[in-house]
Each structure stands twice: as C-alpha cells, then as structure tokens.
C-alpha cells in the first residue's frame, strides 16, 4: 500500500520524506491557503521534493478552464498529478486530460457511482473522502468497500486513494480493504508508530539494562 501525505506544509512533507514512508502527496485549495504561498509555486516546490506523484487540485469549474489549469499544473512537473472535483465538467476534463496524457485525481467523492462514473471518465485516482462521510453519519469505510468491490468487478485501472482520513483506524482499515493508496496528515502518520506496549516495552529493556550498571560495549 502507498502512502502519501495529505499536505501542503513543506515541513512535514521533508520529515515524511527522512522517515522514507512517503510514496506521494496530495494537496487542495484549503491546505495550500494555510501555507499562506502562492498557489502554482508551492505545488511546484513540493512536486520538486517528491520522487512520487503530487496532486494539485484546479480552481476552475468550468470545462474549459479545468483544462487551462491543469494544463499550467502539469507543466509545472512530470510527477504533477491534476485534482479535479467530480462534476460533468470535471469528468470531461479528465477524459480530454487522459487523451494528453495527463494523469488526473477525482476529489470529493462521497458515493460508489460517483467513483463508478470516474473511473469510466479515466482517471488514475479516485478520492472517496471517508472522514467527511463519517461526518454526517453514514460510513466512510464502507464507501471503501464498496468502490474498491467495483473496481475489481470491472477490472478498472482507477486507483483507490482514500482521502479525509482522520485516525489510525481508517488507515488499517483501508489496507484490509486493499485500498491502493491512502493519503494520511501529518498527524496521523506519526500517530501510526505509536503503541503504549512499545513505550512501556522500551522503558522495560532499558531500565533492566541500566540496572547491570553496564554500558553498550561492556
Ligand atoms: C484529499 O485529497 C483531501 O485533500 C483531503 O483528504 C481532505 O481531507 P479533510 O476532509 O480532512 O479536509
């Protein structure tokens, strides 16, 4: 399974990097405006970071100017992958897109025929936004389920890249379920290495060490 870091912050992305679990990242208009950067330079900069594909995400609703956009964004690298919201527009987008040979990331997708129609449009990476769909109730992980049922039904090349992911569990989960890609925030990756027993393990080993009065080379 890949990971990639669902972040703008250039900081994170290079810890990420050292600890060699980053395979790509994913931003969005939210996350870059945090950043308080200009738009096109930051997707740039952290396109010039990473090895693996980095998702920037159009600003335009418009067929036409979705093509515009993502166009400037995948000049900007070869490992430039263009987010585009699911909509008819959208979808057209990523159609023409693949004609040029430009990968694309589908976002907001909240249901199974929402990624049904995404990967028939071509693209390389289906966004379903689970924390948001736990949000309002219903389950993100079956979302998951679901997609991930179609897409080996139909044998699409469309990728499952589980979005808006909150906690741990979502992450393991997505795995089970034989997601393709999860994209994690910062948080919650370092959140990923952490369990009480290999603290209280670790705290255990080296006091009965330090007990001998012995060094590492004694
Ligand atoms: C994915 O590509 C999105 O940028 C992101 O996962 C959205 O997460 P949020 O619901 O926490 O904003």
Not at 8 to 37: F, H, Y
Not at 152 to 166: G, P
Not at 178 to 193: C, D, N, Q, R
């Amino acid at each position: 399974m890949r990971f990639f870091l669902d972040t703008a912050d250039v900081r994170e992305i290079e810890t990420g990097l050292e600890w060699g679990m980053v395979d790509g990242i994913t931003t969005n208009p939210s996350l870059i405006a945090k950043q308080g950067k200009p738009y096109l330079p930051t997707v740039k900069e952290i396109a010039e970071l990473v090895d693996g594909p980095v998702s920037g995400e159009v600003l335009a609703t418009d067929y036409e100017g979705m093509l515009a956009e993502a166009r400037k964004l995948a000049a900007l690298a070869d490992n430039v992958v263009v987010k585009v919201p699911l909509s008819p527009a959208g979808l057209r987008a990523v159609r023409t897109l693949k004609a040029e040979g430009i990968p694309t990331n589908v976002t907001l997708c909240f249901s199974a025929n929402q990624a049904l129609l995404a990967a028939k449009a071509g693209a390389a990476y289906i966004s379903p936004f689970v924390g948001r769909v736990d949000d309002v109730g219903w389950d993100g992980m079956e979302l998951i389920e679901q997609v991930v049922t179609i897409y080996d039904n139909y044998a699409f090349d469309t990728e499952v890249l589980v979005a808006s992911i909150r906690h741990p569990l979502h992450v393991a989960q997505s795995a089970l379920l034989g997601a393709h890609v999860a994209t994690i925030p910062f948080k919650v990756l370092e959140k990923l290495y952490r369990h009480p027993l290999t603290d209280r393990g670790l705290e255990a080993f080296l006091d009965d060490w330090r007990a001998t009065g012995k060094g590492f080379d004694d």
